[in-house]
């Protein structure tokens, strides 16, 4: 695959996904435990076996209380936490065949930055639950 600019890319949210608006970055980091198992006898290298695996999800960009998933996300840590939330990410749109990840959240913390020389601004860092999916539309 090319090269494509990030401006292309969709976020959703919700069991039927709806795309949240003023979102300017969008990370998906995925990570596995790897445990050390070397036993005194087993020389100078180690040995390693592969554990669980987990992800995270941040997002990031202006602050917009209008927009209805930007509020559903609020509510789901400040009214509702521990609810688990549905998403998707399109990083060439939502077009039949085009890429996506999705996969199932809990909301870990949300960030209201608001300063007198830049836009308003929110952040959210959510958790995995559940297996990151990566498939097509």
Do not use: H, R
Not at 2 to 8: E, F, K, N, V
Not at 36 to 65: C, F, P
Not at 121 to 132: C, H, N, R, Y
Request: glycine letters at 10%; proline letters at 4%.
């Amino acid at each position: 695959m090319t090269a494509q600019p990030g401006y292309i890319a969709i976020v959703q949210f919700g069991a039927t996904p709806t795309t949240i608006t003023g979102i300017k970055t969008c990370d998906i980091k995925v990570g596995n435990d790897i445990y050390d198992i070397t036993a005194l006898a087993d020389g100078q290298w180690k040995k390693k076996l592969g554990g669980l695996a987990e992800y995270t999800l941040s997002i990031a960009g202006n602050l917009d209380m209008t927009d209805a998933e930007q509020s559903a996300l609020q509510a789901n840590i400040i009214t509702n936490p521990g609810t688990s939330i549905a998403w998707v990410v399109a990083p060439k749109g939502t077009s039949v065949g085009n890429p996506k990840y999705s996969g199932t959240v809990l909301i870990k913390d949300e960030n209201i930055k608001i300063d007198v020389k830049a836009e308003q601004q929110i952040s959210f860092s959510l958790e995995g639950t559940g297996a990151v999916v990566a498939g097509t539309f």
